[in-house]
Every structure is written in C-alpha cells, then in structure tokens.
C-alpha cells in the first residue's frame, strides 16, 4: 500500500495547474486561524472556508460596543473567490473575493459589573492574496490580507483579516 501510494505521489503531473480543478485542506495562521479548506472550479474560481479562532492576532483586549472583548473567540468564514495566474509557469496565483464571518466571542459589558456574555457577530468580508505553488508538489503556500465589517452586533466594526498558511491539494 505505501509502495502504491508513494508511486502515485511521484505520478503527480508537475503543471501547477492540474491542481485547481481540486480540493485544498490545510490549515491558516492569523485573523482567523485555523482549519482552512477550498475548492478550486473552473479555471480562474474557487470558494474558500475558514474555521478556528478570531481575535488573537490584533489583541484578545479590544473596545466593542460598550465593553469589551478579554479573549479569543470562534470564527467561521467563507469567502467566493478569483484567481489567475502571475507567472507563466502558473506557479505563482494571486486572488480576491468576497464573502462573509460569524464570530462568537466573550463580551464584557460594563452592566455586568466584570463578568460576560456571549457574543455573537455577522459581517461581512473581503480577501485578496498571492499562492505558490512549488512545481510538482501537492501542497501549495499562501499569504493574504483583508477586511471584516460587522453588520451585527456592532455595524461598522472593522477588523483587519490577515493569516499565512499551507494547503495540501488533492
């Protein structure tokens, strides 16, 4: 079995490009972090989906609303995205998209007198980026930066939406 799977390994096409039309898991450092998966269709689309932490890169303390946030919270976020190719070897993929978050974090408000309640936002958010792909490799790296504006609880709210990670394609 290893032999057979390490022979396929070895088969991968070595165009870059063969591996938009896959599935990517991997895993996004920063604002959110966490588990990342996309899914590449057509030959300059993909939808993008985040799941993990949310607010600890930019400070677990933050003003919201009348109170505040004293810790990391859960984030869902999914964007629809355009990609193409920045090199003519196609190793090279800059995109943007569009999409949204829900977060849930502990908030603080001062009628509380020091304890909490939980806090659950909807906004939405925009995503531009830059993904490597080594030639010949099933995995590819990222880095990207963006914006989420909160819709609910607290319109306006901005936080920046930066992270870096690594996918495996498949």
Not at 27 to 54: E, M
């Amino acid at each position: 079995m290893t032999a057979l799977l390490l022979a396929g390994w070895v088969a991968t096409p070595n165009k870059a490009h063969a591996q938009y039309n896959n599935w990517a898991v991997g895993f996004r450092l920063g604002d959110p972090s966490g588990i990342n998966v996309r899914k590449y269709f057509g030959n300059n689309h993909a939808f993008d989906l985040n799941v993990g932490t949310y607010g600890g890169l930019y400070g677990t303390n933050r003003s919201y609303r009348s109170g505040q946030y004293k810790s990391v919270g859960l984030a869902v976020q999914g964007h629809y995205l355009w990609h193409t190719a920045l090199t003519k070897s196609e190793s090279i993929r800059g995109y943007y998209g569009f999409g949204g978050q829900i977060n849930s974090r502990r908030y603080y408000p001062p009628r509380l007198n020091g304890d909490y309640e939980k806090a659950l936002s909807i906004g939405g958010s925009g995503i531009g980026g830059l993904e490597f792909f080594p030639t010949g490799k099933p995995y590819s790296f990222f880095l990207e930066t963006g914006v989420y504006v909160e819709l609910l609880q607290a319109p306006f709210f901005l936080n920046l939406n930066s992270g870096l990670g690594l996918r495996y394609n498949f």
